[in-house]
């Protein structure tokens, strides 16, 4: 069965600076799809950054970027520069390609505050 | 460009009450549709989905129910609230092809039962 955990509950960083976010994931599916969201203080959840399993190379999206360590079953969200804006939560989730409800499994989340 | 809207934003209602949530999606045919639940700080449950109409199905039972009655339209119900349906709830939409499963969500319906 798969699973998703974050075990970082919260985070604090100083404006500017860079910031990594945790996530292990476990599947028996040699085809998945590696995400990660962010909730915002008002509750909208917005996608941010994909990774293909197939895909050897990390993607990236604007200051958002994927550290995806296959052997490892890991996938860290590295954001660079941070803004204040950046605080709110962060979901990482995974779908196995097999997954017939077509749904993916999300993580606990991880509280990023952005401080000046 | 598609929209995704729930409705109500927020509600108070009673235990023992009925209970209807909604979410219309705009501007994309055929979508897969979901129901998550989300306890206050805690993580996204899938509740149910649709992949097309009149045809959900339950992941999590939690004495709810969903219908798709239309193709652009899944709706969330009871008939008998308990305090433990508190939460917020969020409506979803993925691609009905090449579907990594990559979702969008709506705005969240907030739900207090007192």
Same mark, same amino acid.
């Given at each position: 069965?798969?699973?998703?955990?974050?075990?970082?509950?919260?985070?604090?960083?100083?404006?500017?600076?860079?910031?990594?976010?945790?996530?292990? /994931?476990?599947?028996?599916? @040699? @085809? /998945?799809?590696?995400?990660?969201?962010?909730?915002?203080?008002?509750?909208?959840?917005?996608?941010?950054?994909?990774?293909?399993s /197939?895909?050897?190379?990390?993607?990236?999206?604007?200051?958002? @970027?994927?550290?995806f360590?296959?052997?490892?079953?890991?996938?860290?969200?590295?954001?660079?520069?941070?803004?204040?804006?950046?605080?709110?939560? /962060?979901?990482?989730?995974?779908?196995?390609?097999?997954?017939?409800?077509?749904?993916?499994?999300?993580?606990?989340?991880?509280?990023?505050?952005?401080?000046? | 460009?598609?929209?995704?809207?729930?409705?109500?934003?927020?509600?108070?209602?009673?235990?023992?009450?009925?209970?209807?949530?909604?979410?219309?999606?705009k501007?994309?045919?055929?979508? $897969?549709?979901?129901?998550?639940?989300?306890?206050?700080?805690?993580?996204?449950?899938?509740?149910?989905?649709?992949?097309?109409?009149?045809?959900?199905?339950?992941?999590?039972?939690? $004495?709810?129910?969903?219908?798709?009655?239309? !193709? !652009?339209?899944?709706?969330?119900?009871?008939?008998?609230?308990?305090?433990?349906?508190?939460?917020?709830?969020?409506?979803a939409?993925?691609? !009905?092809?090449?579907?990594?499963?990559?979702?969008?969500?709506?705005?969240?319906?907030?739900?207090?039962?007192?």
């Amino acid at each position: 069965a798969q699973k998703v955990t974050q075990t970082q509950t919260s985070i604090s960083v100083v404006e500017k600076t860079t910031v990594t976010m945790d996530c292990v /994931y476990e599947t028996r599916d @040699s @085809s /998945y799809f590696l995400f990660w969201y962010k909730q915002t203080a008002s509750g909208e959840i917005v996608f941010l950054i994909r990774q293909d399993s /197939y895909k050897k190379e990390n993607a990236t999206v604007g200051h958002y @970027s994927l550290n995806f360590q296959k052997p490892k079953s890991s996938i860290g969200l590295i954001i660079t520069a941070t803004q204040i804006e950046d605080s709110a939560v /962060y979901f990482c989730a995974m779908r196995e390609a097999r997954n017939n409800n077509n749904a993916p499994r999300f993580g606990a989340g991880t509280k990023l505050s952005v401080k000046p | 460009a598609q929209t995704i809207h729930q409705w109500p934003v927020a509600e108070i209602k009673a235990v023992g009450s009925p209970l209807s949530l909604g979410c219309t999606i705009k501007g994309k045919s055929s979508p $897969n549709l979901y129901w998550y639940w989300q306890a206050t700080g805690g993580t996204l449950q899938q509740l149910f989905y649709s992949i097309t109409v009149g045809q959900v199905e339950s992941v999590v039972q939690l $004495n709810l129910s969903a219908s798709r009655p239309k !193709d !652009d339209q899944f709706i969330l119900s009871t008939e008998k609230l308990l305090l433990s349906h508190s939460g917020f709830y969020l409506c979803a939409w993925s691609k !009905d092809w090449g579907n990594t499963g990559q979702l969008y969500f709506g705005e969240g319906s907030k739900l207090t039962v007192l």
